[in-house]
């Protein structure tokens, strides 16, 4: 029910990324400066002036914020959802932040990563997978963008950004 095809920067979404890295200018080494323009450019020059599928995310999906009763599964701890978002990243956060937090290299996640986008391919809705690697980045880009504005010192030194560093420059590389 939360299904809405929109113009990429008409979203919440585009808009989120925007105020962030714009909050963050000035603030970021050259590297995750770079990285971050990289990436928004890659997103946008994919996205961009496109009607886009955009979905309900709870962004904080894992094993520990779900619980199986009855044969369901319960996800629990929404203070990260959020509308607007692409189909993608529930399960990209799903797959890879528990690889991310135990500091898996980042050719395993991006193997990881592959698998899942391909797993993902499967639906019979193809409108879901649209553009699964810049998907697949754009996550990328919101979830460090996040870590990064919480809080800039610690943020540094996460795991999951120095995982998801060599990720995003890899996919910006591709």
């Known amino acids: 029910y939360s299904s809405q095809t929109i113009l990429f920067e008409d979203s919440k979404l585009w808009q989120t990324l925007r105020s962030r890295i714009k909050g963050l200018e000035g603030l970021l080494n050259d590297a995750w400066s770079?990285?971050?323009k990289?990436?928004?450019e890659r997103i946008e020059r994919t996205f961009s002036g496109r009607s886009v599928l955009m979905v309900a995310a709870h962004n904080d999906f894992t094993s520990w914020n779900?619980?199986?009763e009855r044969g369901k599964v319960r996800a629990f701890d929404w203070e990260f959802a959020a509308n607007e978002q692409l189909p993608l990243f529930d399960p990209l956060?799903?797959?890879l932040m528990q690889m991310a937090l135990r500091?898996?290299?980042p050719v395993k996640l991006i193997?990881?990563?592959h698998e899942t986008l391909q797993l993902c391919l499967q639906t019979p809705d193809k409108e879901l997978c649209y553009a699964p690697e810049t998907q697949a980045l754009a996550y990328l880009v919101?979830?460090?963008t996040l870590y990064l504005c919480a809080n800039l010192e610690i943020s540094r030194s996460s795991p999951t950004l120095v995982c998801y560093a060599e990720v995003i420059d890899r996919?910006?590389?591709a």
């Open 34 to 36: 770079v990285r971050l």
């Open 38 to 40: 990289k990436g928004m």
């Open 66 to 68: 779900t619980r199986v």
């Open 93 to 95: 956060h799903f797959a």
């Open 103 to 105: 500091n898996e290299p």
């Open 111 to 113: 193997r990881t990563m």
């Open 142 to 144: 919101n979830l460090c």
């Open 171 to 173: 996919l910006c590389a």
